[in-house]
Structures are given as structure tokens and as C-alpha cells.
């Protein structure tokens, strides 16, 4: 039997609420970040406390990862910069954090079931696209869709809370 496929698209959309980018506010260390995105971003940029400043003062998650994007020499990644192992621990710390915030969304995640979720970027599919998510070319999602995978190894556990 094959699992039921969840996209993540637009904020505006059904399961919006799984993007970064969806206004949930989270807290972290006594700083309260506009989103999950926001957050992570700021997070790659530790030790560069002026980049980080820029980062939490963009009013937009957009901005806040164009910001992160102008500055990403910093990190020393080379041109593959946004697809770092590193930068999965701190993904799921900011959507884990976002449903802990936010409780309401632990139980949007629990009636997911056991469909697969996918970051569907087929729209946009440049730079990190096929590493956070996925893209849709003849029938067939290509990619590593590591935004899904965090979000359906999150919700293995809270299933096993139960």
C-alpha cells in the first residue's frame, strides 16, 4: 500500500503551517523570533552577532533568509552553502520548539498519520530546493526533501508518546 503524500507549498494553504515560514512566533534563549525561519537563520550565523542582528530585525521570513543568503561566505560552505549537514540538528530544534509553543500544531502533525510529508518546490526549484524538499518532473518527486523527513522523524516520536 502506498502512503498518502502531504505537500507543504504556501503558508496559506492547508499544511502551511509546516513551512518555515508560517507566522508562528518562537523562543529561544529570551528571543523571541517572528518564525521558525528567522530563527534558523539567525542560528547558522553563530559568532557573527552582526549578521544575526540583521537577521532578527527583518520583519519578513523571506527577508530574514535573504539576509543569511547576502552573507552566507561567512560560513565558509562554497556554493552549496543552504545544504548543510550541520543545519539539520538545527531545523528540528526550531520546528520542535514551534510545536512546543505552539501545542495546537502537535496535533495537526498527529492526524498527518503516516502520509509522507514533502516540501514540494516544484515551483521554485533552485538553489537548496531538492535538498529541503522535493520537486515533481514526470510523476516523480527527485530530491532529499530533508524539511518532510524532520517533520515525520518528529512525528514518530510524538506518536510514540501517545
Known amino acids: 500500500m502506498v502512503s498518502s503524500i502531504i505537500t507543504i507549498t504556501k503558508v496559506k494553504e ?4 509546516m513551512s518555515c515560514m508560517s507566522p508562528h512566533p518562537v523562543e529561544s534563549n529570551g528571543i523571541k523570533f517572528r518564525t521558525a525561519e528567522a530563527m534558523f537563520q539567525y542560528m547558522r550565523f553563530e559568532g557573527h552577532p552582526e549578521v544575526q542582528k540583521e537577521i532578527f530585525e527583518q520583519r519578513s521570513p523571506m527577508s530574514a533568509k535573504m539576509k543569511a543568503r547576502k552573507n552566507r561566505t561567512l560560513l565558509n560552505r562554497g556554493e552549496k552553502w543552504d545544504e548543510h549537514s ?8 526550531c520546528l520542535l520548539l514551534k510545536l512546543d509553543q505552539h501545542p495546537e500544531l502537535k496535533d495537526e502533525l498527529k492526524k498527518t498519520g503516516d502520509a509522507i510529508i514533502v516540501e ?11 535538498y529541503w524538499g522535493m520537486v ?3 510523476g516523480k518527486w527527485i530530491g532529499e526533501n530533508h524539511l518532510g523527513k524532520i517533520w515525520m522523524e518528529i512525528r514518530a516520536d510524538l506518536q510514540k508518546q501517545k
Not at 14 to 17: K, L, P, Q, R
Not at 86 to 93: N, R, Y
Open 14 to 17: 492547508e499544511n502551511g503551517w
Open 86 to 93: 550541520s543545519d539539520l540538528s538545527l531545523m528540528k530544534q
Open 136 to 138: 515533481k518532473k514526470d
Open 120 to 130: 514540494d518546490c516544484t515551483t521554485h526549484d533552485r538553489e537548496s530546493a531538492r
